[in-house]
């Protein structure tokens, strides 16, 4: 059924939903608890095999491709529900599988849907773990501790177009910088780190629908540097701040227990962060940048933060581990860290 390999012990089919048809990865018992894996932008759920072959074995994994990855009907993303399609497509997944209250576990944007998840269903959940998560303030397009907006329109917005135009191709070498092997070698883990099974790795990055409607999605000019805003299509935009944003987390009720899980070495997510565009402004990497005063680097682990202790001073709890010589993937470059960590939380 899937189009990548998957490894021994992985079950791969369609689920039909009142939405869509969703392609999902499962294993272990039929009448497990529940774990629901939601995997991160340019991937699908051929990442998280490994750690639900882990999984402890009262628990059941189910991995899904989101809408625009993977094998799931590619419906087109409207980047002004900042990812709440998403949300609802998981929704209808967990009802047509019948799940009842599971777990859940979203990696880097999966842990933006996650948390609006939270927001949507809090009842649903056992527990929620966020991987590398992006920021409750979306990626790109705000500031400071508290999510204020940099500027009114969403700005600075664009990706490197020479990543997209490789990703289009389907490109499988290494010998483009920018080449999705080596984005992966780079970012995705800490190297020097190649993974058994890269080639599906791979395979699982170039399975992104690539357009308007999915990635990058659309931009829009601006007044404001570098000259581009985010437009209202696609999933760079879904989860910019101009349209996304999860920070009535700390409010929901009930409130599962949650654990941030990070790699210490992660270039992707931070408050320093080589995909942020102001953050490359301030490298001299984006000419013209106005500066620190104007377009600060976004604060993302100050923003998850301050977000999560919101939520336990408003009776909830959060634990935050640190993976030592992890990238953006712990679970991929560190998984007995990663899973001792993750399997005491679950338990």
């Known amino acids: 059924m899937s189009s990548i390999p998957t490894l021994p012990g992985i079950e791969s089919k369609i689920v039909s939903t009142d939405r869509l048809k969703i392609h999902i990865l499962s294993c ?30 009262s628990f059941r994994g189910i991995a899904l491709d989101l809408r625009g990855y993977g094998d799931t009907e590619p419906l087109p993303v409207n980047a002004t529900l900042g990812l709440s399609d998403m949300v609802a497509d998981i929704h209808s997944l ?15 944007m999966g842990g933006g849907i996650v948390m609006k998840y939270a927001i949507a269903h809090a009842a649903d959940l056992r527990s929620i773990t966020l991987v590398d998560t992006m920021s409750p303030y ?6 400071g501790a508290d999510g204020a907006m940099t500027y009114d329109d969403g700005a600075p917005a664009g990706i ?11 490109e499988k070498g290494a010998e483009n910088p920018m080449a999705p092997r080596n984005v992966f070698r780079q970012f995705y883990v800490k190297p020097p780190f190649v993974p058994e099974r890269e080639d599906a790795i791979i395979d699982s990055m170039l399975s992104t629908k ?3 409607d ?23 935009p879904a989860f910019n701040r101009k349209y996304f944003d999860a920070s009535a987390l700390t409010d929901i009720d009930p409130k599962p227990p949650i654990l941030w899980i990070r790699g210490d070495s992660d270039l ?31 604060p993302m682990l100050a923003q998850v933060r301050a977000v999560l202790e919101e939520y336990t001073a408003n009776g909830g709890s959060y634990q935050e581990k640190a993976i ?24």
Do not use: R
Not at 138 to 143: D, P, Q, R
Not at 324 to 347: T, V, W
């Open 28 to 57: 272990g018992p039929d009448n497990g608890t529940p774990v629901l894996f939601v995997h991160g932008n340019v991937s699908s759920a051929t990442f998280w095999e490994e750690t639900m072959l882990a999984l402890p074995g």
């Open 160 to 170: 490197n177009p020479d990543f997209v135009q490789l990703l289009a191709a389907g």
């Open 214 to 236: 999915w990635y990058p999605g659309t931009a829009v000019p601006s007044t404001n540097w570098p000259g581009a805003a985010p437009g209202d299509k696609g999933i760079l």
């Open 324 to 347: 030592a010589d992890a990238g953006h993937s712990p679970y991929l470059d560190q998984p007995e860290a990663f899973n001792e960590d993750f399997h005491a939380f679950l338990q």
């Open 210 to 212: 690539i357009g308007d």
């Open 268 to 298: 992707i997510v931070g408050d320093n962060a080589m995909f942020d565009l102001a953050a490359l402004g301030a490298m001299g990497a984006v000419p013209g940048w106005p500066g620190a005063e104007e377009c600060p680097p976004q």
């Open 138 to 143: 979306g990626y790109g397009g705000s500031k």
């Open 94 to 108: 967990a009802q047509t599988l019948g799940l009842g209250q599971f777990h859940i576990v979203g990696h880097s």
